[in-house]
Every structure is written in C-alpha cells, then in structure tokens.
Antibody, heavy 119, light 112 residues
Framework: QVQLQESGPGLVKPSETLSLTCTVS????????WSWIRQPPGKGLECIGY???????NYNPSLESRVTISVDTSRNQFSLKLRSVTAADTAVYYC?????????????WGQGTLVTVSS | QSVLTQPPSVSGAPGQRVTISCTGS?????????VHWYQQLPGTAPKLLIY???NRPSGVPDRFSGSKSGPSASLAITGLQAEDEADYYC????????????FGTGTKVTVL
C-alpha cells in the first residue's frame, strides 16, 4: 500500500527556512498530486499547498509568498520549503496524497513531524 | 483559515448515535463541492473516513456515514464505541481560495 514518511529538522530558528521532505513508497510520485498540511499544537488543520503529477503547484494564499513545494522523481520524494519562519509556524507538518477530481481529498497521510520555531 | 464551521464538541454514551455538522457557504459546500471527513485519534495523523460526501474507504466501519444538503454536511456515528473518541474534521474546496483545500474547525467526540 502507499506509505508516506516526513523527514527534516525538528527545530528551526526564527527568520530561517523550514525544509522538509516526504518519501513515498508503494506508488510512483509521477502519477499523483501531493500535498503538505500542517497542524499547530492543539489547533486545527491547514492546507499549505500541493504539487500536481505534472509538476504544477498551488499554494494557500496566506502562505504563498513564503512557500515552495518541489518534487524529486528520481528519489520518489517531494519537499516543502517555508521561508522566514516565526513562532506561528510551529506545527506538526504532514504530507499526504491528494486524490479526486473536483473536490480533492487526502489519503493516505504521513505520520507527521513536529517542527518548532525557536532560537 | 477555517471557512467550514463545526461544533467544538459532541458527546454520547456507548451505543448511541451522534452527528457532527459542517457548515460552509456559497463558495464551498453551497457551490456543490463535495465534502470529505477525517478521524484523528489522539497523537496520530488524520485518517480518511468519508470521501465525496457519503463514500467509505475500504476498512471504515459502516457505523460511519456522511450526507450533504445545501451549504452544510453531516457525519453520523451510530452505535458509538469507546474507540470512536477522537477529533473529526470536514474538508472541501473553496472557489474563493486556492485549490489546496479547506478544513473545518474540528469536533472532539467524547464517549461518556
């Protein structure tokens, strides 16, 4: 079955860049859309954006100026970069496969990785 | 930014039926976009529970069902079990935002 695993630093300093990678197994990354979603401690879920099977990207307008999502097909991975982070970016970051047509859903999800922004 | 509104909490005794509402607007659910539901057990990642309003992925018990009407959707849990105690989120698409999706505010289900 399809499995996703997030990896990256758990601690990032304010004003620096948060970088995470999601490794996909059980499916070719070129055949689907892939998303990043985050959840601040004790709060709800927020879509960050996605990269399509063709390489196009779409970002949450509230984060668009700071976000880049890219894909490495040779490694079957996709990545998230979030620039100029602040404490408000502290969250559990999830990667997920984006499925469906007109109104997409997310399945499956990675286990998530906590990223803390602190000096 | 959550544009889909859910009640913060619902509770029920084992065996009872509980429902969770998800209220949107004319730019999301009311515009005809489908609704999906996720279950998040404590300390774990969300898991897809219902997709396209009323479809259950393989392995999801038929105690869970979804519906949609106008600008709102609902998730029903019948025969409530202790293992159903979790956070539940609805999710859809909003035409006034980006295409990356919007989530509900989340509902904590407590089994009494």
């Amino acid at each position: 079955q399809v499995q996703l695993q997030e990896s990256g630093p758990g601690l990032v300093k304010p004003s620096e860049t948060l970088s995470l990678t999601c490794t996909v197994s059980g499916a070719s990354i070129s055949n689907y859309d892939w998303s990043w979603i985050r959840q601040p401690p004790g709060k709800g879920l927020e879509c960050i954006g996605y990269i399509s099977y063709s390489g196009g990207t779409n970002y949450n307008p509230s984060l668009e100026s700071r976000v880049t999502i890219s894909v490495d097909t040779s490694r079957n991975q996709f990545s998230l970069k979030l620039r100029s982070v602040t404490a408000a970016d502290t969250a559990v970051y999830y990667c997920a496969r984006r499925v469906g047509s007109r109104s997409n859903w997310f399945d499956p999800w990675g286990q998530g990785t906590l990223v803390t922004v602190s000096s | 930014q959550s544009v889909l509104t859910q009640p913060p909490s619902v509770s029920g005794a084992p065996g009872q039926r509980v429902t969770i509402s998800c209220t949107g607007s004319s730019s999301n659910i009311g515009a005809g976009f489908d609704v999906h539901w996720y279950q998040q057990l404590p300390g774990t990642a969300p898991k897809l529970l219902i997709y396209d309003n009323n479809n259950r992925p393989s392995g999801v018990p038929d105690r869970f069902s979804g519906s949609k009407s106008g600008p709102s959707a609902s998730l029903a849990i019948t025969g409530l079990q202790a293992e159903d105690e979790a956070d539940y989120y609805c999710q859809s698409y909003d035409s006034s935002l980006s295409g990356s999706g919007v989530f509900g505010t989340g509902t904590k289900v407590t089994v009494l």
